[in-house]
């Protein structure tokens, strides 16, 4: 016990052990007590370097938790396949009963949320577990756009290596550099898959070099540098070790096997319970329910216990139901131990951060709780409060500043990566998240949901340095490939945002369609808006892809962002096509007759620089008179559709989003003065 208190006090403080091969700087006879205890004299030439990410000792630990499992985490950038393949994987696990149950789960089985399905990305992180002969796979479904990187750091607490899976023609990207950082830094060894290798273009030697140029300039160990590589078509359901595929994945789950070592700990004890909740789930009849990776000692259903922070009071009751992971759900078990990743109910005030230990006698024996999880801090903020416009309450179930505040606050439990402030208006929140999408993704969310919503203008959190005393702001890793005519367009609009040029090039071996790659540095507020801009400035072609860099200095005065002003409704009323005639010479509309609208709404977009106000609710007049101009017609041009993520990226400073279930409406913001509009 005394071992293990000085362990657990040890990766409390503020250092803690980087992730260094026991074997080449613990001396032999006693290499993990050294390693772990503070008390322990370490020779001069047993060199232990230091990291604060490190979490701790299911690594290192000098105890084989349990042989049969394997806790893996499958990271990538986006769009390089990693959902598809873990689909491929359950497939072929004998979790469907025959090909007929398969084809009933559709083609995207992980994907399972609305608007994962839409977007076609993984938003939230999920578990599951395949058999593997007699030995259990717990695997860790991650996102791979840069905004949900909370996700991935929560879920890396549970896993004891990871799945890099690299497009055979991209190679790694700039996500792919911000997750396997996280992973490395943890002491993980990663298992390299090449994916879609079936592709025409795939250069898989250009992609493994590249992968080991990016382990060697994040600092991995030699150990981690000697990766495994194992190729794969996760759409076709096959992988080889080399570039002949097997009929299967037999070969990749055979790498796995090989590759990612069995969980580690301390000590199997009872007392010596330690598990970090690093999910939540909910259970209409079970309640609240955290999803926790057991570090140290073993749990029992029933069993008395306390979930606790540093520092903090402890939250104490009994477990009700404890579950494991099996195949897609969860199987109820009596207990578990270390190694495991348990879901277990019985206490409902359940947070993100908190460990689970013992409580039998009181906790006297307990174990010290685990640091928390630490994840980056948010850099995009927007405001969220009531609908005030006159057009509000129409359709929503939930009004009111209560049961929003309710439902954000509500969200933090699972978000880790979200804050939440009041504000000095009493209707109004403010919302700070990874970037635009991650923000959106929750305002859509609210609004399936049946919230009415009045939301800001994105802006950056800057933040000063404690050292210089300078203001900084976040700057963002760009990365852009277009065809070789865009070029230029593309390269003019980054430089109008104050973008650093690092890299230009040809992707690939050049020829016919091959793509032209431009990295840049672009501050935060250069990147707000700029994705629809670039689009149209490429005809649709641009592939963009952005991952936060770093804090520096912040850039003097305004960046350039929109152009053109709005088309601002005159009056308020119904759109009619008389007055759509009118208007749709000053710019592109967003709306279409027998719309309501009210005064100073946005309407579309006006052609030139600076606000318009324009009349689309007038009537034609009516006469008994023949119009001399009776047989000639004005067509009416289709409107502009606009999502949630485009309404966000045009909102200028003064503009606000007015959020129903079913429509987006944009306006000025009354508190806001109104400069540049003409009447």
């Known amino acids: 016990m005394k071992f293990l208190l000085s362990c657990t006090l040890l990766l409390a403080s503020a250092s803690a052990f980087a992730p260094l091969p026991i074997a080449s700087n613990i001396r032999a006879a006693a290499s993990t007590s050294t390693l772990f205890s503070t008390e322990a004299e370490v020779e001069k030439d047993?060199?232990?370097?230091?990291?604060?990410?490190?979490?701790?000792?299911?690594?290192?630990?000098?105890?084989?938790?349990?042989?049969?499992?394997?806790?893996?985490?499958?990271?990538?950038?986006?769009?390089?396949?990693?959902?598809?393949l873990v689909d491929a994987m359950i497939k072929q696990s004998g979790v469907f009963r025959d090909q007929q149950q398969a084809d009933e789960a559709g083609g995207t089985i992980m994907d399972s949320n609305d608007q994962e399905r839409e977007r076609g990305i993984t938003i939230l992180a999920k578990n599951l577990a395949v058999m593997n002969g007699d030995t259990k796979i717990n695997v860790m479904d991650t996102p791979g756009h840069a905004d949900f990187g909370g996700e991935v750091e929560r879920v890396l607490n549970m896993a004891d290596g990871v799945l890099l899976?690299?497009?055979?023609?991209?190679?790694?990207?700039?996500?792919?550099?911000?997750?396997?950082?996280?992973?490395?830094?943890?002491?993980?060894?990663?298992?390299?898959?090449?994916?879609?290798?079936?592709?025409?273009?795939?250069?898989?030697?250009?992609?493994i070099d590249k992968c080991f140029d990016l382990f060697v300039e994040l600092g991995a160990t030699d150990e981690q540098t000697d990766f495994r590589v194992v190729y794969a078509s996760g759409l076709q359901g096959k992988a080889g070790h080399t570039e002949e595929l097997a009929d299967d994945l037999a070969p990749m789950f055979?790498?796995?096997?090989?590759?990612?070592?069995?969980?580690?700990?301390?000590?199997?004890?009872?007392d010596t319970l330690q598990a970090m909740i690093s999910n939540i789930d909910y259970d209409d009849f079970k309640g609240k329910m955290g999803i926790a990776r057991i570090t140290n000692g073993s749990v029992k259903a029933g069993q008395p216990i306390a979930l606790q922070k540093p520092g903090q009071k402890k939250k104490t009751g009994r477990i009700s139901k404890l579950f494991v992971f099996d195949n897609l759900g969860q199987k109820e078990v009596e207990s578990a131990s270390a190694g495991e990743i348990i879901m277990f109910a019985g206490i409902d005030d359940i947070e993100i951060g908190d460990t689970l230990i013992t409580n039998e006698s009181q906790g006297a024996n307990a174990a010290v709780p685990l640091p928390p999880i630490a994840v980056?801090?948010?850099?995009?903020?927007?405001?969220?409060?009531?609908?005030?416009?006159?057009?509000?309450?129409?359709?929503?179930?939930?009004?009111?500043?209560?049961?929003?505040?309710?439902?954000?606050?509500?969200?933090?439990?699972?978000?880790?990566?979200?804050?939440?402030?009041?504000?000095?208006?009493?209707?109004?929140?403010?919302?700070?998240?990874?970037?635009?999408?991650?923000?959106?993704?929750?305002?859509?969310?609210?609004?399936?949901?049946?919230?009415?919503?009045e939301v800001g203008p994105p802006s950056v959190i800057n933040k000063?340095?404690?050292?210089?005393?300078v203001t900084e702001e976040p700057w963002e890793a760009v990365e852009v490939r277009i065809p070789e005519e865009y070029v230029g367009g593309v390269v003019d609009l980054f430089n109008q945002r104050k973008g650093e040029l690092q890299d230009m090039g040809i992707e690939g071996e050049g020829g016919d369609g091959a793509l032209s790659v431009v990295k840049y540095l672009v501050p935060t507020r250069g990147m707000l808006g700029l994705r629809s801009a670039m689009l149209s400035a490429t005809r649709g072609t641009a592939i963009i892809d952005s991952v936060f860099d770093s804090y520096r200095t912040a850039i003097k005065g305004d960046i350039s962002g929109r152009t053109k002003g709005s088309l601002l409704s005159f009056a308020d009323g119904t759109i009619t096509p008389f007055g759509m005639e009118g208007a749709q010479e000053r710019g592109n509309l967003m709306v279409g007759p027998g719309t309501e609208v009210y005064k100073g709404m946005i309407i579309g977009i006006h052609q030139r620089p600076g606000d318009l106000e324009v009349n689309v609710c007038k009537a034609k007049a009516l006469t008994n008179m023949r119009s001399a101009n009776k047989g000639i017609t004005t067509g009416i041009t289709a409107p502009i559709d606009m999502s949630l993520d485009a309404c966000v990226e045009y909102l200028g400073v003064d503009e606000l989003l007015e959020i129903t279930p079913t429509k987006f409406r944009m306006a000025k913001n009354p508190a806001m003065s109104k400069k540049g509009r003409k009447t």
């Not at 990410?53 to 394997?70: C, L």
């Not at 055979?254 to 009872?270: L, N």
């Open 464 to 469: 000063v340095n404690e050292e210089t005393g």
């Open 254 to 270: 055979e790498a796995i096997m090989e590759g990612i070592p069995a969980p580690r700990c301390e000590t199997k004890e009872p």
């Open 165 to 207: 899976v690299v497009d055979s023609v991209e190679g790694p990207k700039p996500q792919t550099r911000f997750v396997l950082d996280k992973a490395l830094k943890k002491g993980m060894k990663a298992l390299v898959v090449i994916n879609k290798i079936d592709r025409p273009a795939a250069r898989p030697d250009y992609v």
């Open 46 to 84: 047993d060199i232990v370097f230091m990291t604060e990410d490190y979490k701790s000792a299911t690594i290192y630990g000098p105890v084989v938790a349990d042989e049969k499992i394997r806790n893996i985490a499958v990271i990538a950038h986006v769009d390089h396949g990693k959902t598809t």
């Open 376 to 453: 980056e801090q948010p850099t995009v903020r927007m405001t969220i409060g009531v609908n005030k416009s006159s057009l509000a309450g129409r359709e929503g179930k939930f009004l009111t500043s209560r049961m929003i505040r309710d439902r954000l606050f509500k969200e933090l439990d699972r978000n880790v990566a979200l804050n939440v402030e009041e504000t000095e208006s009493a209707d109004r929140y403010m919302v700070s998240g990874r970037g635009q999408l991650h923000l959106t993704v929750l305002i859509e969310t609210m609004r399936r949901e049946g919230f009415e919503l």
